[in-house]
């Protein structure tokens, strides 16, 4: 059983640019949810994609956006970057998208913004 | 809003001690409640997990008790080793809609030998 994996691992990106990162979610599993970790703080929930969907979104601005293809992959998509993006981003899937279902983590991107 | 509040690092301790890391949360409805570990370089993996009031949650010599009446999760270990090092995160789901973990502030644990 593959887990979920992330990338690409590290990404460097000037301020006003465009990033995309990408997230493969483990095996068998339907539904992506992103989370932004800042330095020293717990990660914060962006957005989930259950079914190719957006289902449900945190408190963040709309030049953050997503994907989730057929095969459950998924990305995170942010325009305009600002210094205050630098972040790990992780991305978690889980087997459905409400109920008590553990969500599984990938190794994250980290994207630092200049 | 839902909100978890753990219990400022860092906490460094000497291995065998024991751990106590506090964690308490404000939500609607009844949440279930999680411990996740952050080993440097890695992502999250769940610790343990409770999802009603009074359970206990056990892995690895981790033990945690979803207490209601004073909405609270503490996280315990009897002897802690050095490779407990990592950082500790105390999060809770609401129970409807998209299962969007809150995270507290973390606890880094340094064990010295």
């Known amino acids: 059983e593959t887990g979920v994996t992330q990338s690409p691992t590290h990404l460097i990106k000037t301020r006003g640019q465009q990033v995309t990162l990408r997230c493969s979610s483990q095996?068998?599993?339907?539904?992506v949810s992103w989370y932004q970790q800042a330095l020293g703080q717990g990660p914060q929930f962006i957005f989930q994609?259950?079914?190719?969907?957006?289902?449900g979104r945190g408190n963040f601005p709309p030049r953050f956006s997503g994907l989730q293809f057929p095969n459950y992959s998924s990305e995170l998509n942010v325009n305009a970057l600002e210094l205050d993006d630098s972040a790990l981003y992780l991305c978690?899937?889980?087997?459905?998208?409400?109920?008590?279902?553990?969500?599984?983590f990938g190794p994250g991107t980290r994207l630092t913004v200049l | 809003g839902d909100s978890v509040t753990q219990m400022e690092g860092p906490v460094t301790l000497s291995e065998e001690a024991f751990l106590t890391i506090n964690c308490t949360y404000t939500?609607?409805?009844?949440?279930?409640l999680f411990w996740y570990v952050q080993y440097p370089g890695e992502g999250l993996q769940l610790l343990l997990k409770?999802?009603?009031?009074?359970d206990k949650g056990s892995n690895k010599g981790f033990e945690a008790t979803y207490r209601k009446e004073t909405t609270s999760f503490h996280l315990e270990k009897g002897s802690v080793q050095v490779s407990d090092s990592a950082v500790y995160f105390c999060?809770?789901?609401?129970?409807?809609?998209?299962?969007?973990?809150?995270f507290g502030q973390g606890t880094r644990l340094t064990i010295n030998p």
């Open positions: 978690a899937s889980s087997l459905v998208a409400g109920g008590q279902n553990e969500q599984f």
């Open positions: 095996s068998g599993h339907n539904t």
């Open positions: 994609y259950y079914r190719e969907e957006e289902n």
């Open positions: 939500a609607t409805g009844y949440p279930s």
């Open positions: 409770a999802t009603k009031a009074d």
């Open positions: 999060a809770l789901t609401g129970g409807q809609g998209a299962q969007k973990l809150v």
